[in-house]
């Protein structure tokens, strides 16, 4: 049974760093093919992808939030990583992580990420 | 980028009525392998996003077989027959050829 969950600080301020983790389990990212991927929602908003990991630890990212973003896993303990730094409130949103193997076949729950002051 | 659009941004239907939703691509998703990267998710309140079709037309596992997808080159249809009262949700198509992956920016099933 695949399930992912991610986990964040809640809330933060600009200019801060976002980090999340994403802890999965029925599934190894080391397996041939196998990625992870970020996903945002604002609320009430359409989804943004953001970043992937592979399992051959190659990376991909979303050029719109430019150098901000990276992305890491550690395999051996079944996560993976999201860091945005200098956030501002345009941040504010649901991060979700998702497994990708040709799709998004599993995704998390999500995680409410706030950016006040 | 490839730009998804879904025109639509809400349809009203009756329970037990067809509908379709449709995706367009600002380029062809025809990868060299013969298969399209273009993926449908559905997103209903308090519940995990689930995918319903990948590859433009292939039902993930347990999806009933109401959900249709299809097309091909730029032009995608998910289409439901017979929607029942669980289907009034948010559906998203998503393109996986190209990074930056692209969302389109989702069409909402509103009950008639």
């Known amino acids: 049974q695949v399930t992912l969950k991610e986990s964040g600080p809640g809330i933060l301020q600009p200019s801060q760093t976002l980090s999340l983790t994403c802890t999965f389990s029925g599934f190894s990212l080391s397996t041939y093919g196998m990625g992870v991927g970020w996903i945002r929602q604002p609320s009430g908003k359409g989804l943004e992808w953001l970043a992937n990991i592979w399992w051959d630890d190659d990376k991909y990212y979303n050029p719109s939030l430019k150098n901000r973003l990276t992305i890491s896993k550690d395999t051996s303990n079944n996560q993976a990583f999201l860091k945005i730094t200098n956030v501002d409130t345009a941040d504010t949103a649901t991060y979700y992580c998702?497994?990708?193997?040709?799709?998004?076949?599993?995704w998390g729950q999500g995680v409410m990420v706030t950016v006040s002051s | 980028q490839i730009t998804l659009t879904q025109q639509a941004e809400s349809l009203w239907i009756s329970p037990g009525e067809r509908v379709s939703i449709t995706c367009r691509a600002s380029q062809s998703l025809l990868y060299t392998d013969g298969k399209h990267y273009l993926s449908w998710y559905q997103q209903r309140p308090g519940q995990t996003t689930k995918a319903l079709i990948y590859h433009a037309s292939v039902r993930t596992d347990g999806v009933p077989t109401r959900f249709i997808g299809s097309g091909s080159g730029t032009e995608f249809t998910l289409s439901i027959e017979h929607v029942q009262p669980e289907d009034f949700a948010i559906y998203y198509c998503?393109?996986?050829?190209?990074?930056?992956?692209?969302f389109g920016s989702g069409t909402k099933l509103e009950i008639k």
């Open positions: 998503l393109q996986t050829l190209k990074s930056p992956f692209t």
């Open positions: 998702a497994r990708m193997y040709g799709y998004f076949d599993y």
